[in-house]
């Protein structure tokens, strides 16, 4: 198949492009596109044939399931069959943003796209493009992050060519993504809600709307959990292998390794790249650091690295998502 590129104004997406890229949806196609978490390949979340393609394309497991995006809380509404007080509340204060709520499952999103679950995760995200191009489609889009299975997510529309090119329709580029890391997951399904995956809305985000919010971690010491798929220790890998790091065993990981090495660090660091070791100082603020993170790990691939040392990142709740990630891609 060939993967059509379009390309179209971040802010003010073009709308007989838009138009264009909603009739391959509408017709069962693929198409990624931009959000402001990172790029979702799209397909009908409530038609089973279009959406099974993207675990084709991907090479997803068929146990993960699919996050439907729509257009605004009203949509979401309206699909799910229970919409509590604390859902309302949620999206109200985080959408359209990178908050995904899984829910009880609507009749209309078929189970195997939700991992055999009855329950389903949706969301309303916050960029001019994926806005414009769910208001076109009218329906629920199923999007997980638009790359081969536990490979790196994609940032830009580059990103998405380099995994996907010859799998998929096409590739809406709307420029690169702002928050940069996956959304934050909170199941309301069960007694108390959980945080199954963290993202940049941190936990005591949610925490000042809903007090019981826990990680994933605490409940299950609580003996809480509900299936929650698609957690798998391994994901959102570079090529390179990467290891973490304290700031002051860097040295130390450099000179016991071969190779190309990449360095990532918190802030700037006082080690000069040389000969067979690139130095690659990131933000030492969180959202800044986030959104550069998964650019900077394609990019140390793209150098042909076969080590990323990587600095560990603080212990504060702004850091949970990026440590999430790095502790996957190091596993
Ligand atoms: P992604 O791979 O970025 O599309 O994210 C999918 C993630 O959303 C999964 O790894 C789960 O954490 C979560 N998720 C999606 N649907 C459900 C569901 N029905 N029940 C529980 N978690 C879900
Ligand atoms: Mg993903």
């Known amino acids: ?32 596109f931009p959000t402001e978490t990172v790029y979702g390949l799209g397909a009908l979340a409530d038609d089973e044939a279009a959406a099974m393609k993207i675990y084709a394309a991907k090479g ?55 991992g055999g679950l009855d329950a389903m995760a949706i969301r309303v995200p ?62 309301l399904c069960g007694d108390v809600p959980v945080i199954l995956r963290p993202g940049t809305i941190t936990i005591d985000q949610v925490r000042a709307i809903v007090p019981t919010v826990r990680m994933r971690a605490e409940s299950v010491a609580h003996g809480q959990l509900r299936a929650s798929p698609g957690m798998d220790a391994k994901h959102y890998a570079p090529r390179a292998r990467l290891v973490l790091s304290p700031r002051d065993g860097l040295r130390a990981q450099i000179t016991e390794s071969s190779g190309l090495i990449g360095v990532l660090t918190v802030g700037p660091v006082d080690i000069p790249s040389r000969d067979g070791v690139i130095v690659s100082a990131l933000s030492d603020e969180a959202s800044a650091y986030s959104a550069a993170l998964y ?37």
């Open 126 to 187: 916050a960029h001019p493009v994926a806005l414009a191009l769910l208001r076109a489609v009218g329906r629920p889009v199923a999007a997980p992050s638009a790359n081969r299975s536990n490979e790196l997510s994609p940032t830009t529309a580059a990103h998405v060519l380099r995994g996907l090119d010859g799998r998929i329709d096409m590739v809406l580029d709307g420029g690169a993504c702002r928050v940069g890391l996956e959304s934050t997951v909170v199941d």
């Open 1 to 32: 198949m060939m993967t059509e590129l379009v390309s179209v104004d971040p802010h003010a997406p073009e709308s007989a492009r838009i138009a264009r890229c909603a009739a391959v949806l509408l017709r069962g196609g693929l198409v990624a």
């Open 60 to 114: 997803r497991p068929s146990h993960n399931p699919l996050i439907s995006h729509v257009a605004s809380a009203r949509a979401a509404r309206e699909l799910a069959p229970v919409w509590s007080e604390l859902a309302d509340e949620l999206a109200e204060q985080f959408w359209p943003g990178p908050l995904t709520l899984v829910v009880p499952r609507s009749q209309k999103i078929p189970r195997s796209v939700c």
């Open 295 to 331: 650019e900077r790990l394609h990019w140390l691939d793209e150098q042909g690295c076969t080590l990323i040392v990587c600095e560990r990142v603080p212990e504060s709740s702004e850091w949970d998502a990026a440590r999430d990630r790095l502790r996957r891609a190091a596993s």
